[in-house]
Every structure is written in C-alpha cells, then in structure tokens.
C-alpha cells in the first residue's frame, strides 16, 4: 500500500513586499520589527535597505506607526497587551479603555462579562493590565487580565499641614500633583504621616491643588521601614495572605515516602546567601560510574516539591498566582507563599525530610549532557552553606563544617563545575558583568551600610547547575508535548544594534552594522575592551542593547544564555512560572494526582502574561525601595563630593552613578554653565554649542551632593569636572528652539525627568517635541 504524501507547508512569498503586503503581514502579526519582518520575506542586501525605506515611507505617510521595543504596526493597532485606564462609560453602562501610552490609540470596549469577575467591577480611571481582541464586527474589545495597584486618580503621599490647608504631597517623584483635604478629615493627621488619598471629580479649581479625600494612612515618612512601605502602596504589591491560604498551609503535613523515590542517602547540599529562609535548591555530584562516560560526572539538584502543597484551584494557589513571585526589599520580604511553606515545610532545611522534585544529569568530559531523569523524592540536606562558606572551604580555608565536607562534597561538586564549565564556554551565553550593591539593614531599621556584593565562583556553580536543570525541564515538557511556560529573550532588535554600533563608532571600536547579533560576538567585544578604559560603559551599551526576558506559552529560545529552550524550574517557592514547570512533569512523567490540570492549560497564556507583568511590578517596587533606603543614607552627606561616571545621557542633563555606593542622581542641564547643551543621540553626549565642549556617555567624573529626598528617592548633583574639548571630527550640532524647564524643586533619579529648577539649556535636534529619561 502507498504511503500517503506528507501535505506540503505553504511558502511564505519571499522578495520586497509591495506596500499593501506589508501592512497586511502587520495587520495580522500586531507588531514586528525589521529583522522580524525581512527574516519572514527572506529580504537580504538590497532588499532589506529597501524595506527601511518602505517603513519610513509608511511611517511618514501615517499608514504605520512605532510600537515599542518591537518596531512597527499598522495605524490605530492594537499591542496583543498593553496596559490601558478607563477613560470613558456610554449610555448602556459599557465601559471603554485606552492604552496608557498612546494619546491617539483607539478605544476599545471592556468586555463586560468579565468585568466583576476579573477586576471587581473598574471604575473611570483605573488602570487594567488588559489582552485586546479584535471581533467579527470590527470592533476591538479589551479583556481583563489583571487589575493593577493604583487608579491613576489616587495618589500615595505625604502630609504637610499649614494654617489654611493639609496637602497630600506625591511621593512619586514623577507626578507634581499635590491635593487639598478638606479640614474635617484632616483634623487628626499629623505632618509627615503617609496616606493613600483620591482625587473627587470636579473638585478644587481650574488653576492650584485639586480636591481630595482621604481613603488610608499607611505609616509615617520618618519611619525606618517607610521606603518598602512605600514601594509596596504605589506599585500594588499583594501583601499577606487571607484567611482561607494561611488555613491551607498550617494544614500541610510533614511528607512521607509514598509515591517518592528515597534520596535520603544522598548528601544534598544548600549554597545559599547567608540571610537566605527559604532554600529552594540542593545540589550533589559524584564521578559517572558508567566506563563509557570516562571523566565525566552525575549532577544531582533537588528543589523543593512545592506542587504537592499548593494544588489547582485552592486559596493558596489563586494568592500565589495573583503574587506571581516573592518580592525582596532590604528590609523585607513579600513572599509568595506563606512562612508555614515558604520557610518551613518547602524550605529544604538541613536535617529535615522534605519532599523534592530532583533531577539526576548526566555530563561527559567535555561539558556536554548526555542525559537526565527526573524523580519525585523525599530528600534530607546534609548541609545548609553560604556562599562565603563554600568559597572559602575551596579556598582553603574551610571552617569546622566545611572541613567534613570537602572531599564528599565540595570538592566533587567544584570537579563536576569546572567540567560544566567546558560545555558552557562552547556555549557562549552573554558574558555582561554587573555589580550588583548590597543595602545591610541595622537592627533599628536604618541604613547601615551598602556594599558591593562578591562576585564568588560558587554563584557561578549553582547557577549553572540551575541553568542545566531548567534545560532539563523544557526539554522533557517538550518530549512528552505537554504545554508549559517557556523563560524567553528575544535577539536584539537591528534597532537597538544599530545604535550600539554609532555609539561604539564615537569610541573608535569596530562593529559591523549588518551584522546578525549572536552572543559569541557580543562576548569578544566585552572581551576586547576589559582592560581598557571604556570597559564599563561598553558593557553598559552592551547590556541596553538587549531586549527584556518575559514567560511565554510560545517559545523563541534564550538569546542571552544561547539556549533552543527554557524554562524555570528551580525556585517554585518563589516563583510561580516555576510551580507550573513542577505541575507539568508530574502530569507528564505521571509522578502523582497533583500535576498540571486542564484549567491550568485552559489558562496557561495568561498566567504567563500575568506572571511577567508581577515580575516587572516586583521589579520596579524594589528599584524605587532601594533608591529611597540611598537616598536616606547619603541624606546626612549632603555637601560631600564623590567619584562617578556618567551613565545616561539626556536633553535635561546627565545621570551619575557613585563609585562607592553606586547610586544614581542627576546632575540638570542647567547647572552645567552658561553655554547651551544639545542632546546628540548619536555620540551619547550632551555637546556645547558654541565650543562643541562635551559632557559624554561613561566619562568619569567628580560630583558634589546638592540634595538627597529620602521620600521621593531623588538624588542632585552639582558638576564638580570640566567637560571633554571639543570632538575635531565632529559635525558642528543643529540649531533648533531653546527650551526652559518649570522650576519644581529637588531630585532625580531614576525613574524619568526630574524636577528641577532654571532654565533647560539642552535639546534634542530635530526632535523639538521629544526627549525623555534613561530607560532602566
């Protein structure tokens, strides 16, 4: 009998599209960029300089229009999600959204079913984290995916009484917008006190404060803690648990081994930091046995069975999906779990059972896995270890414990690493350094101290046996085609490249603008210019030029570790795409009753889309906590003068980031001299225009603290260093119209432009309505 033909893949037309080709692929796709859109027609020399001047044709004509950090969409389109607020209600009580960022976006309808259920009935100006659709009859409709902190009408802020009013003062240093309470209200406020207050419709005047009413008091601006305080009201970061989650988790049982293979004999081990309560991960290598596999090594890492605590369709697991993951202060932690889990009977505590979802990993001697299998176990950790422990034992110099541990453990485990390290070098995932700065906290709450945190190689160990681990776990999903939420990084945009490629042309270091990006070739570039002079800002440029890691239920692979797939596996206390990856091989190995179920696919797109915007949430509440816990620090220092570089470069002045506790203030345009400062995007600098004397990006510079806003985060800089002369290559900057900002009193930082005072001396050229800060 014949075999029936395999049906052939239609071909995707390949040459210059025409113009209405063009749109019609963006009109489906949403967004795309160049790349995208000339790897999809197999465009290449010519063709793909055509298309850009296709794009800007359409661009310049209104058909198109950019769309963020993708490129280009048709005109009135739509991101597939976007973050919107309720702007308008018609008769029939219908409301309609509009993106947030994009005064000319199209209305769309809020789908009315799910209203009540996802967001507790919106009212005009909240803001909604929204997936928008386009229906049968044209008409676009938005449906909730989640209801984000703040209605933009309220406002978190700080008290100041005077005789004849109590104003509301925004903490957000980004807003000027201060309201008026009546007195009535206010009677038993006190100056200082932090409050949560709404804007009343209509209320207040055309001109000065706007009326408004008390909904909270949150703490008080002098209180120790009040930075994390406040970075968990104006980001809405869920707190606490209810009732009904903490009932769940004082009810967890101690495991047993039912259902579990017995890894009790095999000493697993914790490298955690030293403050670290919950440990999510152990870690255990020993030589292959196996004659084939001469040299090489069995890797074991063990993570917690959080799956088997928090199931589908509990209050435990509703709380830990709206959380999305723990968020981390310096002085607290928001977990996503209660501490009955999170630091108890999921933490693999040294000493104690614990029920573990483990992987067994194969690597021959050059680095490169020849296998895996992953088991549910029952585990006892034969040691809890810092960082610093570990590091120093291989060090030589191991203390009373680590001096037991040494040739069982440590030292196989560093063997079984250096091996790994082969197969990650022929790898070459993004090699971008970063230091990261550590905030102590005293007793008392205040700011003790801020360090630069060791770069050890034991981080670098158990990081690349999570990495390894969480290939594992893509790969097995993939296997056994059951859906799972893939940890993607999309390739930088040719945008982004081209930009980095001018800016590295200022410096006189080569770059190939045609070039494809790939990780090996960012690596020799950060490799060339390690020991030389422009080493930190090149891995600064380096490190913008990369688009943002999210979850997906698609994958693209991972750019920045050059990986085909990922996923996250190793923190499910912590996060929640991770207890997900746990459900989905349980129900793909058939490791229980409790793995992923179908209204866990049913919805697996958008606990991932809910699960990156948590991510960013969490993200940006410990940026602006951080900030503010500096900004108290350096507060008694104002006056001091420090060493710096400057890390961004824009049309209201120059961002500066401290050697010594690596914070970051602004120094205004206005305070750089007499002289007129034009933005040249091109060279990253702020250019004199009369004397073309330049102030460029990562220049080293000395600064003095003008003044430090404990409450907003803002830091001011006063320049202190003389400007770069003149470029002699340089063309001679655009004239365009002077600009002058309103005076607004004190401190930048990060976050967007500041407030600050005289007169703006610096423009963009050719862009007289543009500009904007640093992206971060």
């Given at each position: ?191 200082g006190d932090l409050v949560l207050a709404q804007l009343v419709p209509g209320g207040g005047g055309r001109y000065g404060p706007k009326q408004g009413k008390l909904l909270e008091v949150v703490g008080r601006e ?247 681990a969480n290939v594992c776990a893509a790969e097995t999903l993939e296997q056994k085609r059951t859906p799972l939420i893939y940890r993607i990084h999309d390739t930088p945009s040719m945008e982004k490249v081209q ?201 080293r510079v000395e600064v003095r603290l003008r003044e430090a806003t404990p409450v907003t985060g803002g830091l001011l800089f006063e320049m202190l260093s003389e400007p770069l002369a003149a470029d002699p290559n ?47």
């Amino acid at each position: 009998m014949a075999k029936p033909k395999t049906p052939k893949t239609p071909k995707i037309p390949q040459g210059l599209p025409d113009k209405d080709t063009l749109i019609a692929f963006l009109r489906d796709a949403g967004e795309a960029g160049k790349a995208d859109i000339a790897r999809h027609f197999g465009l290449k020399g010519a063709d793909r300089r055509a298309l850009r001047e296709m794009l800007r044709e359409l661009e310049a004509s209104g058909a198109l229009g950019k769309r963020g950090r993708r490129g280009f969409a048709e005109a009135g389109a739509l991101p597939p999600v976007g973050v919107a607020e309720v702007v308008e209600r018609d008769a029939d009580g219908d409301l309609y959204v509009r993106l947030t960022k994009g005064e000319d976006a199209p209305l769309a309808r809020l789908a009315p079913d799910r209203q009540e259920k996802a967001a507790g009935a919106p009212g005009m100006g909240d803001k909604l984290l929204v997936r928008f659709e386009r229906l049968e009859t044209g008409e676009i409709e938005a449906r909730v995916i989640k209801r984000l902190g703040q209605s933009s009408h309220r406002v978190l802020g700080v008290v100041r009484k005077a005789r004849r009013e109590i104003r509301v003062e925004p903490v957000d240093r980004k807003s000027k917008d201060s309201l008026v309470l009546p007195e009535f209200e206010g009677r038993d406020l006190k100056d200082g006190d932090l409050v949560l207050a709404q804007l009343v419709p209509g209320g207040g005047g055309r001109y000065g404060p706007k009326q408004g009413k008390l909904l909270e008091v949150v703490g008080r601006e002098d209180e120790p803690r009040a930075a994390s305080l406040i970075a968990i009201h104006a980001h809405g970061i869920p707190t606490g648990f209810s009732e009904a989650a903490e009932a769940e988790a004082e009810a967890a049982k101690e495991p047993t081994l039912k259902g579990r293979e017995d890894l009790r004999d095999l000493p697993l081990i914790t490298i955690d930091p030293a403050d670290a309560r919950d440990h999510d991960d152990a870690v255990f290598a020993h030589p292959d046995p196996d004659a084939k596999n001469e040299g090489g090594w069995v890797v074991w890492v063990a993570i917690a069975d959080v799956a088997a605590y928090v199931r589908h369709g509990t209050a435990l697991d509703s709380e830990a999906r709206d959380k999305g993951n723990s968020t981390y202060f310096p002085d607290r932690v928001e977990p996503m779990l209660p501490e009955r889990l999170s630091a108890g009977l999921c933490s693999l505590r040294e000493g104690e059972n614990r029920a573990c979802m483990a992987v067994r990993m194969v690597f021959d001697a050059s680095g490169k896995k020849r296998s895996h299998r992953f088991v549910r176990g029952l585990m006892r950790s034969a040691a809890k270890l810092s960082y610093e422990q570990a590091q120093d034992a291989i060090d030589g110099l191991a203390d009373e414990k680590t001096g037991a541990l040494m040739d069982g453990i440590l030292k196989p485990l560093w063997a079984a690493y250096h091996v790994m390290l082969k197969g990650r070098r022929a790898r070459s995932p993004l090699a971008i350094e970063s230091d990261e700065r550590r905030i102590r906290i005293s007793p008392d709450g205040q700011v003790a101290s801020i360090e630069k945190r060791r770069s050890l190689e034991a981080h670098q160990l158990i990081e690349e046996m999570m990495v390894q681990a969480n290939v594992c776990a893509a790969e097995t999903l993939e296997q056994k085609r059951t859906p799972l939420i893939y940890r993607i990084h999309d390739t930088p945009s040719m945008e982004k490249v081209q930009s980095l490629a001018e800016f590295l042309e200022t410096l006189d270091i080569p770059w190939n603008k045609g070039e494809a990006p790939r990780t090996d070739r960012f690596n020799k570039l950060l490799a060339e210019t390690r020991e030389g002079p422009h080493a930190e800002i090149v891995n600064e440029v380096v490190l913008r030029s990369q688009m943002q890691a999210v979850y997906s239920s698609e994958n693209i692979g991972h750019f920045g570790l050059n990986l085909a797939r990922y996923a996250h596996f190793t923190s499910p206390i912590r996060r929640y795409a991770d207890l997900i990856v746990h459900r989905a091989l349980i129900r793909a190995l058939g490791l229980g009753d409790d793995g992923l179920t179908d209204g866990d696919i049913s919805q697996i797109k958008d606990t991932a889309e809910r699960i990156t915007f948590a991510e960013r949430r969490s993200m940006a509440a410990e940026r602006d906590a951080t900030d503010r816990y500096v900004a108290a620090f350096l507060s008694d220092r104002v006056g001091a003068e420090f060493a710096g570089r400057i890390t961004g470069v824009t049309r209201f002045g120059l961002f500066v980031r401290l050697d010594e506790t690596g914070a970051d203030g602004l120094v205004p345009v206005s305070t750089l001299g007499e002289e007129y400062f034009v933005h040249d995007e091109r060279m990253h600098a702020l250019v004199g225009e009369r004397t073309g004397a330049r102030w460029p990006l990562g220049m080293r510079v000395e600064v003095r603290l003008r003044e430090a806003t404990p409450v907003t985060g803002g830091l001011l800089f006063e320049m202190l260093s003389e400007p770069l002369a003149a470029d002699p290559n340089a063309q001679k900057p655009r004239l365009g119209v002077r600009r002058k900002f309103r005076d607004g009193g004190g401190g930048g930082g990060r976050g967007g432009p500041p407030r600050m005072g005289g007169p703006g001396k610096a423009r963009t050229p050719g862009k007289p309505g543009k500009g904007g800060g640093k992206r971060r």
